[in-house]
């Protein structure tokens, strides 16, 4: 595992030692990991639906009424 030094601000680091001193998470170092991971999910995501969102711009015009979008939608992102 790669090693790193970073500086935080004051409201920051308190806040990752409160989490830790609350047991939520064993140390700052594994903060820090879930934190990276939940944002590079949330860019996942962000990735998927734009990439979408421009095959649907790309696409041209639908008859499809706004609750069938929306059904398609959902369905799409429930897998």
């Given at each position: 595992?790669a090693?790193q030094?970073?500086?935080?601000?004051?409201?920051?680091?308190?806040?990752?030692?409160?989490?830790?001193?609350?047991?939520?998470?064993v140390?700052?170092?594994e903060?820090v990991?879930?934190l990276?991971?939940?944002?590079r999910?949330?860019?996942?995501?962000?990735?998927?639906?734009?990439?979408?969102?421009?095959?649907?711009?790309?696409?041209?015009?639908?008859?499809d009424?706004?609750?069938?979008?929306?059904?398609?939608?959902?369905?799409?992102?429930?897998?």
């Amino acid at each position: 595992m790669a090693r790193q030094s970073i500086s935080l601000t004051t409201p920051n680091d308190e806040w990752l030692k409160e989490q830790v001193d609350n047991k939520e998470y064993v140390s700052k170092s594994e903060l820090v990991n879930d934190l990276i991971r939940q944002a590079r999910n949330q860019q996942a995501q962000i990735d998927w639906i734009s990439a979408k969102l421009e095959t649907a711009e790309n696409s041209g015009f639908t008859n499809d009424s706004k609750k069938q979008i929306l059904k398609q939608s959902k369905s799409l992102l429930n897998g």
